[in-house]
């Protein structure tokens, strides 16, 4: 079993960084993909990035790529979401997700463990 908490959320302009962690606690992780996903208010949860069990192979949505980077140290248990140049519109409770396989998903419903959320608010 893994538990997920991540943090590093906050308020931040249109044009700032911000770096999220995800923080793994159990056995499995360095065997899991793992998987950041968002919500905003209203909408269905989405696809953000994943990256793969050994750290390489990374995906992203469309909407992120060039802006957003993924990465995991697994002597660590820890998998970051680095987002550069943010927007109103990446505004969202940021979750991470991880899956008992060697590649991520963009499917939430392929991700076995949840972190409880962190919010992220970029103002215009």
């Known amino acids: 079993q893994v538990q997920l908490v991540e943090s590093g959320g906050g308020l931040v302009q249109a044009g700032g960084s911000l770096r999220l962690s995800c923080a793994a606690s159990?056995?499995?992780?360095?065997?899991?993909?793992m998987g950041w996903f968002r919500q905003a208010p209203g909408k269905e949860r989405e696809f953000v990035a994943g990256?793969?069990?050994?750290?390489?192979?990374?995906y992203y949505a469309d909407s992120m790529k060039g802006r957003f980077t993924i990465s995991r140290d697994n002597a660590k248990n820890t998998v970051y979401l680095q987002m550069n140049s943010l927007k109103p519109e990446d505004t969202a409770v940021y979750y991470c997700?991880?899956?008992?396989?060697?590649?991520?998903?963009?499917?939430?419903?392929?991700?076995?463990?949840w972190g409880q959320g962190t919010q992220v608010t970029v103002s215009s």
């Open positions: 159990g056995r499995t992780f360095s065997s899991s993909a």
């Open positions: 990256i793969s069990r050994s750290g390489g192979n990374t």
């Open positions: 997700a991880a899956r008992s396989a060697v590649l991520p998903g963009t499917s939430p419903a392929l991700y076995d463990y």
